[in-house]
């Protein structure tokens, strides 16, 4: 059964005009904010250009229909489709999945948590740039995921490039302070991802670090 978690991934928070600029010009500076001030900044330069090496590393490990989840503007989704393999990325941004459909890519404004094509038969699942910090809450997360995958299915899935398990609430805002409503996010190191999916059913299928970014590939029981 789908946790109802739609409410805490709330899609406003990435309509908001700085991140739908950023994605219409393909530059930042944006960045989620924290309320006591902290930024992380958001590597939109990265997001908006063909995929770099560190993505070539998650794209030679697709096998099958891939499910982008957080696709963003399509980089991944749209290389993918140039190979001829079946792919589709969902992202809460309708300014994403319009970028990602002009590259090429096949994408639907819907969250992970929506009822979604495909249940239960994808092949791989991506959560790439961050995303396994979707909804604030990463068992839940990747519960969904455990969902959506085919038994036996993959998940690649990008951690933070440090030892970290973190919960907050932020926003995105850009350089002048312009900002979004706030919603839940989490970052995980590979340590605290590979503990938070061990019980529920995903079995480490390795882990790579490239151009500073980590990885690990899990295999859902």
Do not use: K
């Amino acid at each position: 059964m789908v946790r109802a978690l739609s409410a805490t991934v709330p899609a406003a928070a990435w309509h908001a005009d700085p991140y739908t600029d950023a994605l219409r010009s393909g530059r930042g500076p944006l960045f989620l904010r924290r309320p006591d001030g902290w930024l992380l900044p958001l590597e939109v330069e990265r997001w908006c250009a063909e995929p770099d090496v560190a993505d070539r590393t998650v794209l030679r490990r697709c096998r099958g229909a891939v499910l982008d989840i957080g696709c963003g503007p399509g980089r991944l989704v749209a290389a993918l489709a140039a190979d001829g393999i079946a792919a589709l990325g969902v992202d809460v941004s309708a300014e994403a999945v319009r970028h990602t459909r002009d590259w090429g890519g096949s994408a639907l404004c819907r969250s992970v948590f929506d009822q979604l094509p495909g249940e239960g038969r994808w092949d791989t699942a991506l959560l790439v740039d961050g995303n396994v910090g979707i909804g604030g809450d990463p068992a839940a997360l990747l519960s969904r995921v455990a969902q959506l995958v085919a038994p036996g299915g993959l998940l690649l899935a990008e951690a933070a490039p440090y030892e970290i398990d973190e919960r907050m609430r932020v926003r995105v805002t850009d350089a002048c302070g312009a900002a979004g409503g706030d919603f839940p996010w989490a970052r995980l190191g590979t340590n605290a991802l590979l503990a938070c999916a061990r019980p529920l059913g995903w079995r480490p299928a390795g882990r790579w670090t490239a151009a500073g970014r980590a990885f690990v590939a899990l295999r859902q029981d």
